[in-house]
T-cell receptor, first 114, second 110 residues
Framework: GAGVSQSPSNKVTEKGKDVELRCDPISGHTALYWYRQSLGQGLEFLIYFQGNSAPDKSGLPSDRFSAERTGGSVSTLTIQRTQQEDSAVYLC????????????FGPGTRLLVL | SQELEQSPQSLIVQEGKNLTINCTSSKTLYGLYWYKQKYGEGLIFLMMLQKGGEEKSHEKITAKLDEKKQQSSLHITASQPSHAGIYLCGADGRAQKLVFGQGTRLTINP
């Protein structure tokens, strides 16, 4: 009965470097979401995966951000050429299906770009 | 570790009625967020509270953080069908982790 897990829990990187954030959703959950919470702000939706459908990328802030989900399970969020404004907590959530289901959140990855 | 408890877990109200959802923390809150999850969509940020006694409003939704900063309430006036969804409170824990309540499922009957 493991919940959503994310790794690493903390990441410090230098401006301009690429980073990869990982999310392991709850087994059997077909929907997976990535959110970002910048300091002092609410959650910001980034991207959503549902089964084998094309992901909803409408929340990605720039083309430096991308995400993939392999085998309908693990997801990786990649940020290329990181900027200081990318510093935030990145949260992943999963749900059994998209509609009418509470999302279960992972603990987040705290990213600091120096 | 900090825990957030929301009450009630589910709520059914008649359209036009007022309602309140509570979020109680086991520890002092340093930042409290309210979100709404509409059916079939992701989380929508509603508002953030940081100071004890702070109150914020957005349209017909008002949220307050009590003076002791361990409880927040979300109040909806003259509820409408568009208010239906799951309301989630979240907090900045001192362990630098975000914690969330379990959510309150709100149904508005016409």
């Amino acid at each position: 009965g493991a919940g959503v897990s994310q790794s690493p829990s903390n990441k410090v990187t230098e401006k301009g470097k690429d980073v990869e954030l990982r999310c392991d959703p709850i087994s059997g959950h077909t929907a997976l979401y990535w959110y970002r919470q910048s300091l002092g702000q609410g959650l910001e939706f980034l991207i959503y995966f549902q089964g084998n459908s094309a992901p909803d990328k409408s929340g990605l802030p720039s083309d430096r951000f991308s995400a993939e989900r392999t085998g309908g399970s693990v997801s990786t969020l990649t940020i290329q050429r990181t900027q200081q404004e990318d510093s935030a907590v990145y949260l992943c959530a999963s749900s059994p299906r998209r509609s009418q289901e509470t999302q279960y959140f992972g603990p987040g990855t705290r990213l600091l770009v120096l | 570790s900090q825990e957030l408890e929301q009450s009630p877990q589910s709520l059914i109200v008649q359209e036009g009625k007022n309602l309140t959802i509570n979020c109680t923390s086991s520890k002092t809150l340093y930042g409290l967020y309210w979100y709404k999850q509409k059916y079939g969509e992701g989380l929508i940020f509603l508002m953030m509270l940081q100071k004890g006694g702070e109150e914020k409003s957005h349209e017909k939704i008002t949220a307050k953080l009590d003076e002791k900063k361990q409880q927040s309430s979300l109040h909806i006036t003259a509820s409408q069908p568009s208010h239906a969804g799951i309301y989630l409170c979240g907090a900045d824990g001192r362990a630098q982790k975000l914690v969330f309540g379990q959510g309150t499922r709100l149904t508005i009957n016409p």
